[in-house]
């Protein structure tokens, strides 16, 4: 699968390039960029990768897919350019302002044939994966509550104004987490935080409960501007507990400069001392951390796009997220529960 991206800021060049690079029957064969400095970078990062003033000169050259990550008040309008010229499209979450709008984009996809994912690439990451096994092997019991707090202290990264926002921008993960590992949500309760320090009022701060249509209650929280950095898991069950603080561990290799196409085997293992512990009647044990590798949603996409395997995110599933999202913002304002 040929695929160009359409921006090379943090996330197209930290987020996506390396995972496209690692991912299995997908080929990387242009970028998007117009700054002297960004095309600096990419020719840094990929020695001869073609460069392109636009998505319709990238389009121009001929791919089979092209990834949307580009900020996120335009983000809606490069996807829809892309559907109408019969290209498969990952979008970056949020992949449009509100659920609504998301459900034309999903439209469009669907009448012009094309693949329509979106880049919820955190449900790889390693601490909700061994989460997840922890889930599926029944020995919390009957599950009632899941807790996933994520501190950044990074206030220069939040994205401002009525398109960004904390919850829009790392509430859309977490959210998505839940949705994926509890189900769809029924009713949705949360507070935001607000700041004007960066000269527009922008929400910096969340705690949003779902209930799910299972009778399980998830908490996501996460906050830029208290100087905190925390990554926790607490699920709760009629048998016990699991509770793990683990790291950003891909991320944190990214920034670092690393690349899972040159350490596929070791890629995404948190480090042992992160390991979570599950308690029950028969006691306490480590639970080993499950490997992440954000690559398996390039190639899972580049299988679906050839229909030889499920979507990875379909377009459907992000909507549910920005569903959730929608009824928090309303939670928020009226102090109220929001039925969905």
Known sequence: ??????????????????????????????????????????DA???????????AELLDVG??????????????????EAIKAGVHVVADKPFAP???????????????????????NRRRDADILTLANVLAAGELGQLWRVHSTMDQDNADSLELGTSGGLLRDLGSHLVDQMLWLLGPATHVHATLHWTDRFGERTDCGFV??????????????????NHSSIRELRAYGSN????????????????????????????????AENWGTLATRAGRKTIASAQGNYA?????????????????????????????????????????????
């Open 1 to 42: 699968m040929r695929i160009g991206i359409v921006g090379y800021g943090v996330g197209g060049r930290y987020f996506h390039a390396p995972f496209i690079e690692a991912a299995d029957g997908v080929e990387l064969v242009g970028v998007v960029a117009r700054s002297g400095p960004k095309k600096a970078q990419i």
């Open 45 to 55: 990062d990929f020695p001869g990768l073609p460069i392109y003033g636009s998505l």
């Open 63 to 80: 791919v089979d897919a092209v990834t949307i990550t580009t900020p996120p008040h335009t983000r809606q309008e490069l996807v829809l």
């Open 98 to 120: 509100n659920a609504d709008a998301a459900r034309e984009l999903a439209v469009a996809a669907a009448h012009a044939g094309v693949v329509l994912n979106v880049y919820h």
């Open 208 to 225: 949003v409960t779902m209930t799910h249509a299972s009778g399980v209650v998830s908490t996501v929280s996460a906050s830029k501007l």
């Open 240 to 271: 016990g507990s699991y509770m793990a603080a683990g790291a950003d561990v891909q991320a944190d290799a990214v920034f670092a400069g690393r690349r899972p196409a040159e350490e596929p085997a070791t890629w995404g293992i948190d480090a």
């Open 296 to 340: 398996d949603f390039y190639t899972e996409f580049a299988r679906a796009v050839r229909v030889e395997g499920p979507e990875p995110v379909p377009a459907a599933e992000a909507i549910q997220t920005l569903e959730v999202l929608d009824a928090a913002r309303r939670s928020a304002q009226e102090n109220a529960v929001i039925a969905l």
